[in-house]
């Protein structure tokens, strides 16, 4: 399984972007929960957004909710990320990350919780 995410990029306070993760087609995306996460240099990797198999749930960490949105289309193997009112502190890398088992409604906000991960595409939020 290969995850890669782009769509990274230099965006000045209240800005926006739009994050996407493509996934390998040797398997079936619609069988697992994905999310994503970002590091910022020096600090701990940190849960960003899960969605559920269908897209049908939906979870945040406090410190995006209501700024970003998460979404995936399994018909054509790829999650999205969609900032906006993009803040300095939300720059860092952002990686996504695929379930390796069929899991419950929703995949997890622990890194442990996920199986495979994408290299990651830098956001940097110029004040």
């Known amino acids: 399984v290969q995850l890669q995410a782009s769509g990274g990029g230099l965006v000045p306070a209240g800005g926006s972007l739009r994050l996407s993760c493509a996934v390998s087609?040797?398997?079936?995306?619609?069988?697992?929960?994905m999310g994503w996460f970002r590091q910022a240099p020096g600090k701990e990797r940190e849960f960003v957004a899960q969605i559920s198999r269908t897209g049908g749930t939906t979870s945040y960490s406090d410190s995006v909710k209501g700024r970003f949105s998460i979404a995936r289309d399994n018909a054509k193997n790829t999650m999205y990320l969609q900032m906006i009112n993009l803040k300095p502190d939300d720059t860092a890398a952002y990686l996504c990350a695929q379930k390796g088992v069929r899991s419950g409604l929703l995949p997890g906000t622990r890194v442990s919780d996920y199986a495979y991960w994408g290299q990651g595409t830098q956001v940097t939020v110029s004040s």
């Open positions: 087609k040797d398997i079936d995306m619609k069988n697992y929960g």
